[in-house]
């Protein structure tokens, strides 16, 4: 049976037990049958040898002739001589009820004689046999009826299973979106909705695997690019041992950094974020304000900044992370000339941090859109500089994840202003 498939052996090993139990059945069926004929047959001679020897000393045959016509009896000596015989059975001496061939016998004591009474059987053995071969006769289309019922039952079982396996046969890494279904939700409903569950939760792993991947590539990007520069200045002419000193410490705080974006974002990739201390986050935004003074002049914009203390719960990297994407969103759509200009201070229990350009601004229709990934505007997408459409995504990522909410404020004309929003801490613990 190893090759055969599931309904077939299921349906075979349903037959065979099914056969062995009927066997059982009928044969348990058959003795208690015979047993019964035994049983009416004994009760029989007795009666007829009660109306033969009711009297000690003598033997009522007239009596026995008239109520058991069909019967015979035999007397016999004390040596087991005949001495007495009526009916056509030939009846040998004996005590008790014994089956003679196809003769039943029933003998006791009657004073020095043994008398012996006998009916012909044949009828009952017949009735026997003929119950013998019915039951033989039924066995079989019942094992093949309890077949067939298993088949069929294996089939309601096992077809639901085989389609949901040929389902799952489909599925791979790249259509893992796709889900299973059943036509018997009584049955395999919850099941299949077990395995969707596994499903999502495994498509769910591999997007934010590749969340993780786009995200460390747009986020290392920039820090790659400062240590680049900063590594081919260094290259362009001869310096003192104190110009490569301060030109390596500059790259340091660049690796240094570059160390804990990564540690952000492995963080950020995390299902439940890292809990963390609550910090004060201006210095936070005035160091990465800083930090983008010289790209800033480069493009001729100008930065505006405008802050006060701010207690939240938040990482420092996380916040670094934040408030670079947004000063880079911001200086990619500035026209030279213009001012960026940065806001922190507290609304309403909340912290805001606001940061607004002078450039084309944001469609309405992509105001929510932008925090999607790989979603830009089409002034982002017709620029050579444009990024890579998951820098705002990545700070909604980070920023949902501490409770707060990010979002573009509406009637802002010309350019656009990006709020992020996080909630306030009550205590002031020292600054970062």
Known sequence: MANLSHKARLTVGAAAVTGVMLALLFGVVFLVAQRGV?????????????????????????????????ASFAVFDEQGALV??????????????????????YGIRHGSSNVVVGIDGRESIRGQQRLAWILCLLWLPLT???GIVAWIAAKSVFEPLERLTEQATRISGANLHERLSTDDPAEFGSFAQQLNQMLGRIEETLQREDQFASDAAHELRTPLAILRTQIETTLLNRRSTKE??????????????????VEALLRTARRVPLEVDPIDIEPVVIASASRWQDPYTAAGVFIEEETCPAVSRVGVEEMTVIVDNLLENALRFSPKGSTVRLRLGHVEGWIDLKITDEGPGIPPELAQRVFDRFVRSDHDRNRDSGGAGIGLAVCKKIVTSRGGDIFILPGEEPGATVVCRLPSWPTEPPRA
Do not use: W
């Open 244 to 261: 490569y000193v301060a030109a390596y410490g500059s790259m340091l705080v660049e690796v240094d950094r570059l160390t804990r974006i």
């Open 144 to 146: 093949c009826f309890f």
């Open 84 to 105: 007495a015989h009526q009916g056509a059975l030939h009846l040998p001496p004996g005590q008790g009820f014994a089956t003679i061939g196809t003769t039943y016998a």
């Open 38 to 70: 035994t049983g009416e047959q004994e009760t029989e001679l007795r009666g007829a040898m009660g109306s033969l020897a009711a009297d000690p000393k003598s033997l009522e045959i007239e009596d026995f002739r008239e109520s058991h016509p069909n």
